[in-house]
């Protein structure tokens, strides 16, 4: 980025000149006076040119800025600066006291830059301490020891001349046992932002608050009514509750102007977390969340603070635009997820917490550029890419920071952040010395622009993604100081966008051999996005089947989305398990439609039927679907109809049954499949093997033979009796009602004579009716109906039954 003092054609104002003057004198005379060896200097003099020198010099003690307030000081103020000194050598400091230094001014970036990065004492670039009562005394540091000091100077008492950025350092002078002589031992430079009186033009400044987190929502719903989502774990819970990361943000950033940037996807997960939830487990089971207040109670404040603002919704579960622009492109079908991540993106934020946000923004990861991530980036719908002055660099040689929006051609406007401000708060933050330099280091790179031009400019400050708890109340407490000062003024990301670019300003997009390796070496791989496309032509085959597609689209679309999310950075195998996790868990809904398997069958005869069984263990119906049986060999074993439809309920089967015809006798092998209605095989095949057993004309013949003959049998023994019974009748009609000798009294009595005729062997029997006592013979035909006689039958008798 430029700065003012650092390109030619700036003049330096004449206080400024004197400075240099006095400053280049000042580190001069050590210099002068060392090589001439003249006695002459002071006893401070020398402490400072030995401590130089000195391997017990500056380096000895260890000094921690913990605070200095206020920032900002203006007229009438007082400055309190506080912290510890700790002892890193093996001998102890004697005689000591921290004191404080302040200037020469700067005027450039790069020069708060240079000073931000020395750590020894170089007399003449660090000022004179402001010495007097304003001290604090430390009578003795052991080695190891520490001590903690704080010293309130006024404002009057520095001595500040005209506004700018001052250097403002904290030492400790003291004596250590082997050298018993005043040295500066240990010294540490923060910044002195001074502008007591409000700018003639004021920096309008944008500063991106993102609420964003990592992946936690899997493809796994519940089979109930409402589809109750399942989490990779709990910790989004902790991250919204009081105290959390995603908490503090909320709570930090409500009380400031900013842009806030939301991942939908960190809205959808809270929102289904409140709606109630369940948790995998290691062993595959899930148990009930116990966070849903939490979940309801952070969407409720998030609402809250985000009406009226300035709110941009990134697409959903903030896709790694690089990665997908690098290694998706050579997979067809990815951009297209892009795009989807990107409809669904206004409607998400919109339906939670009731605000329409801005969706025209791409944010690639750290503002890094080339031609084709711009092009995937506007390729969804987006105009505006946020890039980041490390990417876009200038190259003009403007000697001042230009405003951040800036058009780079097909219609689409960079929007620069800059590079300085953007990672000023990336380092830990735990540390109280840490935040304290980092604030006073943003508040003076922020008054420097300031000071480059009269001309009103707009800068837009991009922070990490996903900034820790103590990353984000350094950001708040810099933005609240920056926020009631003199020479900014907040707008919003929109506003910055629309804002006149510097004509001087690049706007070449950097080609793609800049893009930073570091960064290369953390996108998702090509195979990433091959399986990403591998499970959505399982999900488009699996959408036509289903009689409600959206219990299954809608989760498995956003799990998709997830998969390409800029949070797998870094952590390969995490994301390699989610990808994983999804295809496989919509394998496993899919296979819950399936053929039931089927056992060898045989076949006699020249046709018959073949049943098949297709099972639906989802909740819902399936539809859409064909059946087909092949045979193998269709010479021997013929299918009879062509493919069936098949429509099953939910928990339901349903089987078919498909006719054959034999022509051959053998083994066939036959093949059931399931086929979508747009003829893509579904589910694996069922075989099996049918074995025709045909029955051939000559035993046809044996077996109709043998049927005739006992037709011809039967009819023979049929017309036999009839001629028997015929004869039987004949006879009795000549006998005559008493033939035999049995007379019937009127009274029914039954009278047996006996005649001569009775005593002639076996041939007459007497008591005999109609001959039935006759000997049978083998040519007479059987009765078809027994007699009617009462008596028991008799030894020989034939009784038909």
Do not use: C
Not at 346 to 353: L, M, Y
Not at 659 to 681: C, F, R
Request: net charge negative.
């Amino acid at each position: 980025m430029a700065e003012a003092a650092d390109f030619q054609g700036t003049s330096p104002s004449p206080a400024r000149r004197w400075l240099r003057r006095s400053g280049a004198l000042l580190a001069g005379a050590p210099l002068l006076a060392g090589l001439l060896q003249l006695p002459l200097s002071t006893p401070s003099q020398a402490a400072e040119r030995a401590s130089v020198a000195d391997a017990t010099g500056s380096g000895t003690v260890d000094i921690s800025l913990d605070s200095l307030s206020p920032s900002t000081p203006t007229d009438g103020d007082t400055i309190t600066v506080s912290g510890s000194v700790t002892n890193k050598s093996r001998q102890t400091v004697t005689d000591a006291h921290v004191g404080i230094r302040v200037g020469p001014s700067l005027n450039t970036r790069s020069a708060i830059d240079t000073v931000a990065k020395r750590t020894s004492f170089q007399p003449g670039l660090d000022a004179a301490e402001v010495g007097g009562k304003y001290v604090a005394k430390v009578a003795k540091l052991a080695s190891g020891s520490s001590q903690h000091f704080s010293i309130s100077v006024p404002v009057k008492e520095l001595d500040l001349g005209a506004d700018g950025v001052y250097q403002l350092g904290v030492s400790l002078t003291g004596r250590t046992t082997a050298q018993q002589w005043d040295q500066v031992l240990g010294i540490e430079r923060t910044f002195l932002p001074w502008q007591p009186d409000a700018a003639d033009t004021k920096t309008r400044t944008t500063y991106l608050w993102p609420l964003i987190s990592t992946v936690h929502l899997t493809a796994e719903t519940g089979s109930d009514e409402q589809q109750t989502p399942v989490f990779k774990n709990d910790d989004l819970a902790a991250e919204i509750a009081p105290g959390g990361r995603l908490d503090q943000l909320l709570s930090l950033g409500s009380g400031l102007d900013v842009t806030w940037v939301l991942d939908p996807d960190l809205l959808a997960s809270v929102d289904a977390m409140g709606g109630g939830y369940r948790i995998q487990q290691e062993d595959g089971t899930t148990v009930a969340g116990q966070n849903r207040a939490v979940a309801n109670a952070w969407l409720n404040k998030l609402e809250k603070a985000v009406q009226n603002q300035n709110v941009v919704a990134l697409p959903f579960a903030d896709p790694d635009l690089a990665s997908l622009a690098h290694h998706g492109k050579v997979v067809t079908g990815s951009l297209s997820h892009l795009k989807d991540a990107t409809d669904v993106a206004a409607d998400t934020v919109e339906t939670i917490v009731h605000v329409k946000p801005s969706t025209e923004f791409a944010w690639p990861v750290d503002g890094a550029v080339d031609p084709s991530i711009v092009k995937v980036a506007t390729s969804a719908g987006a105009d505006k890419v946020i890039a980041r002055s490390d990417s876009l660099r200038e190259t003009g040689g403007l000697s001042y920071t230009p405003s951040a929006a800036r058009p780079i051609g097909g219609g689409t406007t960079a929007v620069v952040a800059d590079e300085r401000l953007s990672t000023a708060f990336q380092g830990d933050m735990l540390k109280a010395d840490n935040s304290t330099l980092a604030v006073q280091k943003f508040l003076a790179q922020s008054l420097m622009i300031n000071q480059q031009s009269d001309d009103e400019r707009s800068i837009v400050v991009a922070p990490q993604r996903m900034p820790t708890a103590s990353q984000a109340q350094s950001m708040a407490e810099a933005l609240r100081v920056l926020q009631q000062g003199t020479w900014s003024e907040s707008q919003g990301l929109a506003e910055a966008a629309k804002a006149k670019p510097d004509p001087g300003a690049t706007t070449k997009v950097p080609p793609t051999s800049s893009y930073p390796t570091a960064l290369r070496h953390r996108e998702l791989p090509s195979k990433a996005f091959a399986r990403i496309q591998e499970t959505q032509s399982k999900l488009d085959k699996f959408r036509l089947i289903l009689t409600d597609e959206s219990r299954v689209v809608t989760p498995f679309g956003r799990a998709i989305d997830r998969g390409m999310s800029v949070s797998w950075r870094g952590r390969p195998t995490e994301a390699k398990a989610f990808r994983t996790g999804v295809d496989n868990y919509l394998d496993g809904l899919m296979g819950l439609v399936h053929l039931i398997e089927k056992s060898d069958a045989k076949l006699s005869g020249r046709s018959a039927t073949i049943p098949v069984t297709v099972q639906n263990n989802l909740v819902q119906g399936v539809d859409h679907l064909v059946l087909r049986l092949t045979s193998g060999q269709p010479t021997r074993l013929k299918i009879g109809n062509g493919p069936q439809p098949i429509q099953v309920a939910g928990e339901h089967s349903q089987s078919v049954k498909f006719t054959t015809s034999t022509k051959a006798n053998g083994p066939v092998k036959v093949t059931a499949q399931l086929y979508t209605e747009d003829g893509q095989p579904y589910g694996d095949a069922v075989s099996f093997e049918v074995k025709v057993t045909e029955i051939t004309s000559t035993v046809m013949l044996v077996i109709g033979g043998g049927v005739l003959l006992l037709v011809l049998a039967g009819f023979r023994m049929y017309t036999q009796r009839k001629r028997a019974a015929a004869r039987q009748a004949e006879g009795e009609q000549e006998d005559g009602p008493e033939a035999g000798g049995v007379r019937k009294d009127t009274d029914g009595t039954v009278d047996t004579e006996h005649t001569e005729d009775s005593e002639d062997g076996p041939e007459r029997a007497s008591g005999s009716v109609s001959g039935a006592d006759d000997p049978e013979q083998p040519s007479d035909p059987t009765p078809d109906t027994a007699s009617e006689s009462a008596d028991p039958s008799g030894t020989g008798e034939r009784v038909d039954r």
